[in-house]
């Protein structure tokens, strides 16, 4: 007897706690449906794992140590150059390859930060939808053309994480492109299920993490001046939910089912803004005398919002190319030890080693072992001023967590930022007080707990929710 076909669905960064409570109250009949059929399974998280790495973890099975990928922006290693992420630079096949070589065919669509792998037996169609664009939209392999053609052009003609809603108006187009984007894809997804030969098929709703980001808002459900998700959060989910009710009804009841989010979704707070100041003040980043000081306060005084707004109307490369003079920027590279590398949720620092960047100052070793280690204390040592919370829940050696081949690629330490700071500033005993004026425009940033729903696989009956599986730790062998 051949094994059962496999649907995995990914809700790209939807959160678990919205999706229990709408699947609960009736706005999401199909999650509730699949909740009583299957087995739900909380994907807990310690905060290690970057958000961009999310779903090349689930897709190779491997951790960012292996596979390489951690976010959309990353060092150049050998130079102090930042520059976009190539997906197809992932060090890992992702699974369909795997599959593919087995004899398996398989269906891929949307997958976030996926390489275009374009195996004999599978049709792939790679950032047509997806949240962050970071290639043109296309279909594998070259036969798929008349895939292509079938699809049309997505409703969202640009990388919906760089263009801000400004306005009121901006926002309610983005809305409704949303909700034709999540109608779109699902006739798509329908449209492949049929005609397109498949033993696996996954794919990813990106709306539900869009509008995640520019959505979370004060709403009247959450009461006065809690930040919570506004209408077009539930309207999206709620959509999402009908399409895969639609594609679920349409496939073999033989057909193993996995809906998926592998982090979620919450107010944004997270203190990165501070980060390089707070490096500063430790002196290990170290600054040049002179005008750069003067473009870093102007820069400051520009608010961020417009800053995005300029920035959306720039080439990728041009936007690139700016971040990597903004990194090194006013820098005494001879003397800096540590800087900022950035990111778009956690903080991420890179050590400046010797033999890894071009004008090393740490050896690495135990100098870099303790340097490490001393940013690492003073870091969770930092309170906020207004709440007189910790403002980090924890420091992450990426060696210690992520080792592997791929580790020049990544920051030395990950910090992970408590939920309930204000960011304003921060102080220490060792620091005095550290302010800066954040620059991140969206209302929403990523939690990074996520979850599952199982239906059929390996024989898993229906059973009560199983917490504490962590979402790395399932993935990664």
């Given at each position: 007897?051949?094994?059962p076909r496999?649907?995995l669905?990914?809700?790209d960064a939807?959160d678990?706690s919205?999706v229990e409570?709408?699947?609960d109250?009736?706005?999401?009949?199909?999650?509730?449906?699949l909740r009583q059929?299957?087995?739900?399974?909380?994907?807990?998280e310690?905060?290690?794992?970057p958000?961009?790495?999310?779903w090349?973890?689930m897709?190779?099975?491997?951790?960012?140590?292996?596979h390489?990928?951690?976010?959309?922006l990353?060092v150049?290693?050998?130079?102090?150059?930042?520059?976009?992420?190539d997906p197809?630079?992932?060090?890992?096949?992702?699974?369909?390859?795997?599959?593919?070589?087995?004899?398996?065919?398989?269906v891929?669509?949307d997958?976030?930060?996926?390489?275009?792998?374009g195996?004999?037996r599978?049709?792939?169609v790679?950032?047509?939808?997806t949240?962050e664009?970071?290639?043109?939209?296309?279909a594998?392999?070259?036969?798929?053309?008349?895939?292509?053609?079938?699809?049309?052009?997505y409703p969202i003609?640009?990388?919906?994480s760089?263009r801000?809603?400004l306005?009121?108006?901006a926002?309610?187009?983005?809305?409704?492109?949303l909700l034709?984007?999540v109608a779109?894809?699902?006739?798509a997804l329908?449209?492949?299920?049929r005609?397109e030969?498949?033993?696996f098929?996954v794919a990813?709703?990106?709306e539900?993490h869009?509008?995640?980001?520019w959505?979370?808002e004060t709403?009247?459900s959450?009461?006065a001046?809690?930040?919570?998700?506004g209408?077009?959060?539930?309207?999206?989910?709620r959509?999402?939910?009908?399409?895969?009710?639609?594609?679920?009804d349409?496939?073999?009841?033989?057909?193993?089912?996995?809906?998926l989010a592998?982090h979620?979704?919450?107010?944004?707070?997270?203190?990165r803004?501070?980060?390089?100041?707070?490096?500063?003040?430790l002196?290990?980043?170290?600054?040049t005398h002179?005008?750069?000081?003067?473009?870093?306060?102007?820069?400051?005084?520009c608010?961020a919002?417009?800053?995005?707004?300029?920035s959306?109307?720039?080439?990728?490369?041009?936007?690139?190319?700016?971040?990597?003079?903004?990194?090194?920027?006013?820098?005494?590279?001879?003397?800096?030890?540590a800087?900022v590398v950035?990111?778009?949720q956690?903080?991420f620092?890179?050590l400046?080693?010797?033999?890894r960047?071009p004008?090393?100052?740490?050896r690495?070793?135990s100098?870099?072992?303790?340097?490490?280690?001393a940013?690492a204390?003073a870091?969770t040592?930092l309170?906020?001023?207004d709440?007189?919370?910790p403002?980090?829940?924890?420091?992450?050696?990426a060696?210690r967590t992520?080792p592997?081949?791929?580790?020049?690629?990544?920051?030395?330490?990950?910090v992970?930022?408590?939920d309930?700071?204000?960011?304003r500033?921060?102080?220490?005993?060792e620091?005095g007080?550290v302010?800066a004026?954040?620059?991140?425009p969206?209302p929403?940033?990523?939690?990074p707990?996520?979850f599952a729903?199982v239906?059929?696989?390996f024989?898993?009956?229906?059973s009560?929710?199983?917490?504490g599986r962590?979402?790395?730790?399932a993935?990664?062998?």
């Amino acid at each position: 007897m051949s094994p059962p076909r496999v649907c995995l669905l990914g809700l790209d960064a939807a959160d678990a706690s919205l999706v229990e409570r709408w699947a609960d109250d009736g706005t999401l009949p199909t999650l509730a449906r699949l909740r009583q059929e299957a087995t739900w399974v909380a994907l807990e998280e310690d905060g290690a794992l970057p958000s961009g790495a999310v779903w090349p973890t689930m897709v190779t099975g491997t951790h960012p140590g292996h596979h390489g990928i951690f976010q959309r922006l990353g060092v150049v290693p050998g130079t102090w150059r930042v520059r976009t992420l190539d997906p197809d630079a992932c060090a890992v096949a992702p699974l369909w390859l795997r599959l593919d070589a087995a004899g398996a065919r398989s269906v891929v669509v949307d997958v976030p930060f996926a390489p275009a792998t374009g195996g004999q037996r599978s049709a792939q169609v790679v950032d047509w939808g997806t949240y962050e664009r970071l290639r043109p939209p296309g279909a594998l392999p070259r036969a798929a053309a008349a895939l292509a053609r079938r699809l049309g052009p997505y409703p969202i003609g640009w990388d919906a994480s760089t263009r801000v809603p400004l306005t009121a108006r901006a926002r309610r187009r983005l809305h409704a492109l949303l909700l034709r984007g999540v109608a779109t894809k699902g006739a798509a997804l329908r449209w492949l299920a049929r005609h397109e030969p498949w033993d696996f098929l996954v794919a990813v709703f990106g709306e539900t993490h869009a509008v995640g980001h520019w959505f979370w808002e004060t709403a009247p459900s959450t009461g006065a001046g809690q930040p919570g998700p506004g209408p077009a959060v539930r309207d999206v989910y709620r959509a999402v939910d009908v399409e895969l009710g639609r594609l679920l009804d349409e496939l073999d009841p033989t057909t193993a089912v996995v809906v998926l989010a592998g982090h979620g979704m919450g107010p944004n707070r997270d203190g990165r803004h501070l980060l390089a100041p707070v490096l500063d003040r430790l002196g290990v980043l170290v600054r040049t005398h002179g005008g750069s000081r003067v473009v870093h306060a102007l820069r400051a005084a520009c608010p961020a919002m417009v800053r995005h707004a300029v920035s959306r109307y720039l080439p990728r490369r041009a936007r690139a190319a700016l971040t990597s003079a903004w990194l090194s920027s006013g820098v005494d590279r001879a003397r800096t030890r540590a800087f900022v590398v950035p990111s778009h949720q956690q903080g991420f620092v890179r050590l400046n080693l010797v033999g890894r960047e071009p004008a090393g100052a740490v050896r690495p070793g135990s100098e870099a072992e303790a340097l490490c280690e001393a940013v690492a204390e003073a870091l969770t040592r930092l309170v906020d001023r207004d709440t007189g919370r910790p403002v980090v829940r924890r420091v992450f050696h990426a060696a210690r967590t992520f080792p592997g081949p791929q580790g020049h690629r990544l920051p030395d330490l990950l910090v992970a930022w408590a939920d309930d700071a204000a960011f304003r500033a921060v102080v220490s005993p060792e620091l005095g007080e550290v302010a800066a004026t954040p620059t991140d425009p969206r209302p929403g940033n990523h939690r990074p707990d996520g979850f599952a729903i199982v239906r059929g696989w390996f024989g898993l009956a229906p059973s009560p929710p199983m917490e504490g599986r962590s979402w790395a730790n399932a993935a990664v062998r």
